[in-house]
């Protein structure tokens, strides 16, 4: 009996499919205006595409040099889907990939594995995606309208095959068309998406030194520069909070959503910076100097070239005087300045210095000290992070947050001098008062908030309502705004 696949715009088609056969979505392949494209046949992908015996070791084992040959592209960002998919069964809002795969439904590039009823459908997250399905999703971003003008060929993705080797996304001693029935692999991930980021017009990405790889050892001689690069760039994190790579892991739905959306959406990409603070943190010693670096982004002083502590980042306000920031907790002191030397009040030295040195652990809202970088919150959800910190300014350090963007709220349960700040009664013991976000979760003072507000601000409009961007901001396709009209972005 035959299946018919889908792809809506940049790909209905690709996961809808997973390595086992699906039962009753059926549909067929469009262009991105919705016009009838070819109409393929799957009888025994399924069947075929058993990972035993499969090493995922490529033909060629030269290596890559560090800029591939690759055809510039027009990424296809603005593509829709037109399916009415509003939520997945299986991925709930608390699922560590929820905002990759709805971000790339509600583009267009995925769908689910079942057909929706009144919106809900499943995504399938845990299943494997082969390396024809994977490709196949970077072709249609990247190469959709050349796709059209390739014959049919020998298999459903004949023509993404054949439209990735022309234009160096995998070449034919690496991936043979037969073998796309294979499951992709992690590593084969790491070349495929290294080649993608400058077929869309970036520039080739540094190499991450290899011993921030645990397991790098393991990864085969023809990818290891991909791993390195893809790592650098931010496209990958490892598997567990070591950065283990498992090279020969399988690559799952809820991965390659994860993957594609920082390659479609730069934002939402790893700090590599944030990845080696939490590894110093976990292991007891944070480079204040390497913080620094990633806090500021004009010039600044570090704090014990002038006798004072080492995690004060000082710089000069054109207008306000001088300044020192707490790159631990954030805090901002004035520290005016003479003949070259800063001064640092007693009483905020003594502020500093009962702050522990030690990171604690505590439960999001529970009672705890002072929280700063380096410590680990268990949030309501069950799930662990590392604080970490960013800026939020433009030409001068302005505010130092921690916990930003990392949805936790680590301010309720804060207690200094014996006194907490407590839940519903959401002020400190000078009067600042805070703000719980009802989205994320994290609580602000009021200037904290507006300067994340001016900080985030997306720019042009949104593609769908509901979209998010910049994690605070959600495009409202039917409120008014009275210059653009229709369509307003709102701060979550």
């Avoid at 020998?154 to 043979?176: C, H, M, Q, R």
């Avoid at 990633?294 to 070239?305: I, R, V």
């Amino acid at each position: 009996m035959k299946r018919v696949v889908s792809v809506v715009l940049v790909l209905v088609m690709v996961l809808s499919m997973t390595t086992t056969a699906f039962a009753g979505f059926s549909g067929t392949l469009r262009d991105e205006n919705g016009n009838i494209v070819e109409q393929t046949t799957i009888s025994d992908i399924a069947s075929e595409e058993s990972s035993k015996g499969y090493s995922g070791t490529a033909d060629n084992n030269s290596g890559i040099t560090a800029k591939e040959d690759v055809t510039p592209a027009k990424p296809q960002q603005s593509a829709t889907s037109n399916s009415v998919i509003k939520s997945f069964s299986d991925v709930s809002a608390k699922h560590w990939a929820y905002s990759a795969v709805m971000n790339m439904v509600k583009k267009g590039m995925l769908e689910g594995t079942t057909k929706p009823v009144n919106g809900v459908g499943t995504f399938s997250p845990d299943k494997t995606m082969n390396r024809a399905e994977f490709v196949t999703v970077v072709v249609r971003y990247l190469y959709a309208d050349e796709v059209s003008q390739q014959p049919k060929g020998d298999y459903w993705y004949s023509p993404y095959y054949n439209v990735a080797v022309d234009n160096g996304l995998i070449k034919t001693n690496e991936f043979s068309e037969a073998s796309m029935k294979q499951p992709m692999n992690r590593q084969e991930m790491s070349m495929v998406v290294v080649r993608a980021m400058q077929a869309a017009g970036e520039d080739a990405p540094e190499m991450i030194d290899k011993d921030r790889i645990p397991d790098y050892a393991s990864v085969g001689t023809y990818y290891k520069n991909y791993v390195r690069q893809a790592y650098q760039a931010g496209m990958i994190a490892g598997v567990d909070k070591a950065g283990t790579f498992n090279p020969l892991g399988t690559l799952t739905r809820a991965q390659a959503a994860t993957v594609l959306n920082r390659l479609v959406d730069a934002s939402t990409r790893v700090d590599i910076k944030d990845v080696i603070i939490e590894e110093e943190a976990a292991a007891g010693s944070i480079s204040w100097d390497l913080i620094s670096t990633k806090y500021c982004k004009t010039s600044y002083k570090m704090g014990d070239e002038f006798g004072l502590p080492e995690y004060l980042l000082i710089y000069d306000h054109p207008f306000y005087g001088s300044y020192a920031i707490d790159m631990r907790t954030g805090d901002r002191y004035f520290v005016p300045e003479k003949d070259g030397k800063y001064t640092l009040a007693n009483s905020d030295l003594n502020k500093m210095k009962s702050v522990s040195s030690e990171p604690q652990t505590f439960y999001e809202k529970g009672i705890h000290s002072k929280p700063k970088v380096g410590d680990t919150v268990i949030k309501t959800n069950g799930s662990t992070v590392v604080l970490t910190a960013s800026l939020i300014g433009d030409n001068y350090c302005t505010d130092l947050v921690v916990g930003y963007g990392q949805g936790a709220d680590i301010v309720t349960g804060t207690t200094v001098n014996g006194y907490t700040i407590k839940e519903g009664q959401l002020y400190n013991k000078d009067g600042h008062s805070y703000t719980i976000s009802d989205y994320t979760g994290e609580c602000y003072v009021s200037d904290v908030w507006s300067a994340i507000m001016e900080h985030t601000a997306p720019s042009g409009k949104g593609s769908y309502d509901g979209e998010v961007r910049n994690v605070y901001w959600m495009w409202d396709a039917d409120a008014w705004h009275p210059e653009n009209g229709t369509g307003d972005w709102v701060f979550q």
